[in-house]
């Protein structure tokens, strides 16, 4: 897809984010919009996929780690084609597939449940093991938090892709610097993640994750290693795209506002109004 219909089709998942999370009352803006150009660039022009086939035995595997900004993913599949856009509005709502963090067995498209942090990278380690194993050539795309590195689980998945060189695996780590408490590197430093996975025997790169040129180039890069795990520190901006959102840590866990969504909409609007 062009950079203008990938663009386009990342300012339309925003505006679905803002719409689901004021109809639930409740959930994650930050992370959610921030992470909507590296949604869209890894839907609609990177991985594998078939819609219709959810679960055809080639595709590629997306796990979601860091649960909470699942509103995002779920905006992204609807508008790729797993499930009708109008279920949307029904996020967070009883009885509704679209919970406030991702269960496997509720919608196609779906590959694990994700929600206590710090797992997800070892979900996507036996994925990718297990394809190896299988001779088979399914990538898998893992997206974390940084919040979710001062956890141990996640170093230790760090330690085994790098010894067993699952070079099929493909890391993106939302680096945003906020966290529910505040910024990260006031809660818990964590320095040059980049660094950190070099040292551990990762293949690294490091990127504005909201320039889809740049996404497109890091995807490509990383798919091109072929003897270890590959880790993608995307630098996002929290709240991308909504004046009142950015980079401020408050807009991690809290729905806006029937008002402040309306301010939010217009924005987005004007976006796109430059973009066409």
Not at 123 to 134: E, S, Y
Not at 195 to 203: L, P, S
Request: glycine residues 10%; aromatic residues 6%; charged residues 20%.
């Amino acid at each position: 897809m062009e950079l203008k219909a990938l663009t386009l089709q990342a300012n339309t998942i925003r505006q679905d984010i803002i719409r689901m999370l004021t109809e639930a009352g409740s959930g994650h803006p930050g992370g959610s919009l921030g992470m909507a150009d590296i949604f869209t660039v890894l839907y609609f022009d990177f991985l594998s996929i078939n819609p219709p086939k959810p679960d055809a035995i080639d595709r590629d595997y997306l796990v979601l780690s860091n649960g909470h900004i699942c509103p995002v993913l779920y905006a992204t599949l609807a508008h790729r084609g797993f499930f009708p856009v109008k279920k949307l509005v029904t996020l967070r709502k009883l009885g509704s597939p679209l919970q406030g963090h991702p269960h496997r067995e509720a919608l196609p498209g779906l590959e694990s449940s994700s929600g206590p942090l710090g797992s997800g990278l070892s979900q996507a380690c036996g994925m990718a093991k297990g394809l190896l194993i299988d001779g088979r050539k399914n990538r898998v795309v893992c997206l974390t938090s940084d919040g979710e590195h001062q956890e141990g689980n996640t170093w230790e998945a760090v330690l085994f892709a790098a010894k067993y060189r699952l070079s099929n695996l493909i890391e993106i780590i939302d680096r945003n610097n906020i966290q529910i408490d505040g910024r990260t590197e006031e809660v818990m430093p964590l320095g040059s993640i980049r660094d950190k996975y070099h040292a551990f025997g990762w293949h690294t790169i490091e990127i504005d994750g909201n320039d889809i040129n740049d996404i497109k180039k890091a995807l490509a890069e990383a798919d091109a290693v072929a003897d270890k795990p590959s880790v993608i520190v995307a630098h996002v901006v929290p709240g991308k795209g909504v004046s009142f959102m950015e980079n401020q840590y408050q807009w991690h866990g809290k729905a806006p506002s029937k008002e402040e969504a309306a301010q939010a909409l217009l924005e987005l609007a004007k976006a796109r109004e430059g973009f066409s």
